[in-house]
């Protein structure tokens, strides 16, 4: 391994890293006395859809603690309002016209990210010219079915009732929603690496709802037809599928670099099951953050040694951070993994 490679991007490689790296999904966000400052002044839309402030945002907890990686401050949603999907948040997505037609898919227009995103790629210029140079960026997007679920249902819902009976009621026209969309996640990636992502994730937020055979059909084959468009990018790909522990095996096949895990199932497990091919990222309960410093640092030895020694682990939550988390609990996890690690 260079000396000079992030250790961030050095483990979605599977090299040696100098040190066990660590970031924290949603660590740009409503933990942190900065960010609520500032959304005090602006409301959501605005925050995601002004360059300068997402900006911003991306860059505070780069500010506040030693991470290994930054992640732009956007929203799941924002490539769906570029198409022309009318939503608001209360607080979540609510779509105003939910889409379960086939007249209403084929009027999806493409996304064309310099055109109607444009702020997002700005926001990506931005960050890197504030990032420190070993820490890199990353980009993301929601995976195709957690798009079709909110897209499908019209607002958030612990089980997604209307979409997952949409797959069996609607399969043909759930299969072209997820290649419209899937098409539609490539260019919004692939455009975020050329404006300068340094890797690229997909959030898969809701498959995990789904039995083995139904995520291979659909979320599956959408998100392989979306990794295989992204490879030329070059940058290291990122998939997390929350509650995923059933799917495992499913995943195994993905052409990513790195498989997020949730908290559910040790990392030795995963790692077993995803072969040495793979990097993993994850997996420490978002609420272990609330024990004792002594409680957290041995929650957080449990994932590092269950992770083991091969390279290839990127020290995370197995889900956001929650908002009334401790900053200074998250200052410590930090230190305490890159000591250990």
């Known amino acids: 391994m260079s000396g000079t490679t992030p250790a961030f991007l050095a483990a979605c490689r599977r090299e040696k890293p100098a040190h ?14 900065e960010y609520r ?22 860059l505070q907890p780069i500010r506040r603690y030693p ?8 929203d799941i949603m924002t490539p769906l309002q570029g198409m022309g999907i009318d939503l608001k948040f209360e607080p979540g997505p609510v779509v105003a016209s939910p889409i379960r037609t086939r007249a209403q898919i084929e009027a999806l ?15 990506i210029r931005q960050v890197r010219s504030g990032l420190p140079s070993g820490v890199p960026l990353i980009g993301f997007a929601g995976a195709p079915f957690t798009l079709l679920c909110y897209l499908v249902c ?17 399969p043909e026209d759930a299969e072209r929603l997820l290649t419209v969309l899937a098409d539609a996640m490539v260019e ?10 340094q890797a690229l994730m997909l959030f898969e937020s809701w498959a995990g709802l789904l ?30 599928v929350n509650q995923g522990s059933a799917l495992m095996e499913e995943v195994a ?73 401790d900053p200074d609990a998250v200052a410590r996890l930090i230190d305490h993994v890159h000591e250990r690690g």
């Open 154 to 170: 019209g607002r958030p819902s612990k089980e997604f009732a209307a979409a997952r009976g949409f797959l069996y009621a609607q």
């Open 253 to 325: 096949g993905l052409d990513v670099d790195v498989v997020g895990v949730d908290w559910r199932t040790p990392l030795s497990q995963v790692r077993r099951t995803l072969g040495p091919g793979k990097a993993v990222q994850g997996n420490l309960d978002p609420a272990a953050l609330f024990g004792t410093p002594a409680e957290l640092a041995r929650q957080a030895d449990a994932v590092l040694e269950a992770a083991g020694s091969a390279p290839g682990h990127i020290f995370n939550l197995g889900h956001g951070i929650w908002p009334d988390t």
């Open 20 to 33: 066990r790296p660590v970031w924290i999904m949603r660590q740009a966000g409503r933990y942190l006395p």
């Open 211 to 240: 039995a083995p055979p139904q995520f291979r059909r659909f979320a599956l084959a959408a998100v392989r037809r979306a990794a295989a468009a992204l490879r030329p990018t070059g940058v290291p790909l990122i998939y997390y």
């Open 188 to 197: 919004y990636l692939a455009a975020q690496a050329a404006a300068g992502a």
């Open 109 to 123: 227009p493409a996304l064309v990210p310099e055109r109607d995103v444009p702020f997002v790629l700005e926001t």
């Open 37 to 58: 400052a500032l959304r005090a002044k602006v409301d959501f839309a605005a925050l995601t859809h002004t360059a300068d402030l997402a900006a911003e945002v991306t």
């Open 67 to 74: 991470l290994d990686a930054a992640i732009l401050f956007s």
